[in-house]
């Protein structure tokens, strides 16, 4: 008891001096120091690393988090064009560098990319171009890390290069995972402006229905899509939750970029500086592209879809899947999601690829033991 009694004496006598201090973080470059900390590798087997480079011309920038080498090459090809993930992936991927060497890409004209290479020519912002970076950035991965084969997750935009590299090279491929998938990009988009066009008819929002109106008829014909139209659609698609499940905007997982440990405070400064170009130069192309064409895979699928993803259609993407053949095939519901699986439902994603992926590389003995 007299020991007890001197910890609780001892504890009273501390209190006070504790609240004097200032609990912090103050800046965020105090708030970016405890969470590089948390997130350290320290793994003898492991990797932590940012590095730059030569793709397509220019220098580009991946992130590399693996607890150990051993394990399965996992690469990530972003969304937008022109949006970046690497700076997301602090509060999403938690877990993810344990079963797999995970890279992130920031993609010409993007963030740590538009650091180190800074703005392209406008000519090079072409979808062909993309696709030759993404191309050499596997071609690089499996050198880098000695793997006959990898996997590619494309999520959005990414989904669009990650399914033409793997109807193109399965070879390189133990199996493509596409979440928010585009397949035919102009049904999406109709479909995405009549659900929301709907759902503002059901809340008699004027505002909203006179300017989704406006933009009508939307993604019809063969011509490219208005930039300007797209705005004023993706602005009340998000803003009914057609991007991120009842959430109004669908950006509220931007918070967590300013607090990311891989991004100084130029890379943040300039994630999306370049944004402008490659909006007006791809968007109009992308979107109304149409990939349901593809309809066999050489390598095994596995598809992510958030029921709720009205952003890039996933009833389209789910009736493609019906309809692809592959080797052998998974389609994963997220009954919580929209369009931002990542941060909707991070442990669920984490366990999918740990239950219905990793096992393909394990089967080819390219796991850790």
Request: proline share 6%; net charge neutral.
């Amino acid at each position: 008891m007299k020991g007890f009694a001197a910890f609780l004496a001892m504890a009273s006598l501390a209190v006070p001096v504790a609240a004097q201090d200032s609990v912090g973080p103050h800046n965020r470059a105090e708030a970016v120091k405890i969470i590089a900390g948390l997130r350290q590798i320290v793994s003898p087997n492991g990797l932590q690393a940012i590095e730059t480079i030569p793709i397509g011309g220019i220098k580009q920038v991946v992130s590399i988090r693996s607890q150990d080498l051993r394990n399965p090459v996992i690469i990530y090809f972003h969304g937008g064009p022109g949006f970046v993930e690497m700076p997301l992936d602090w509060w999403w991927d938690r877990g993810w560098d344990e079963y797999f060497t995970v890279v992130q890409w920031d993609q010409r004209n993007a963030g740590k990319t538009y650091t180190a290479s800074g703005a392209n020519d406008p000519a090079l912002l072409t979808p062909e171009r993309y696709q030759q970076d993404a191309e050499e950035l596997v071609q690089w991965a499996r050198k880098r890390f000695g793997k006959r084969k990898v996997f590619v997750l494309g999520h959005s935009w990414g989904s669009m290069l990650g399914l033409k590299l793997a109807a193109a090279h399965p070879e390189w491929l133990y199996a493509y995972i596409g979440m928010g998938q585009m397949t035919n990009g102009r049904e999406s988009e109709q479909r995405g402006w009549a659900w929301t066009l709907a759902q503002a008819k059901a809340d008699n929002n004027v505002e909203a229905i006179r300017e989704l109106e406006s933009i009508a008829p939307y993604a019809q014909g063969d011509a490219p899509l208005p930039v300007d139209a797209l705005l004023i659609q993706r602005k009340w698609l998000g803003h009914y939750g057609g991007a991120a499940w009842r959430r109004t905007g669908g950006d509220f997982e931007m918070a967590a970029f300013k607090l990311a440990p891989e991004y100084s405070d130029e890379d943040v400064r300039n994630a999306f500086k370049g944004q402008p170009p490659v909006t007006q130069a791809l968007l109009p192309k992308i979107l109304t592209t149409d990939l349901s064409t593809i309809r066999t895979l050489k390598v095994p699928l596995i598809l992510l879809l958030g029921r709720h993803d009205i952003n890039v259609s996933s009833d389209v993407a789910a009736e493609w899947y019906a309809q692809v053949n592959a080797p052998s095939k998974r389609l994963v519901w997220f009954e919580r999601s929209g369009h931002h699986i990542t941060s909707e439902e991070p442990g669920k994603l984490l366990m999918t690829l740990v239950d219905y992926a990793r096992p393909i590389a394990a089967k080819a003995g390219d796991v850790a033991p």
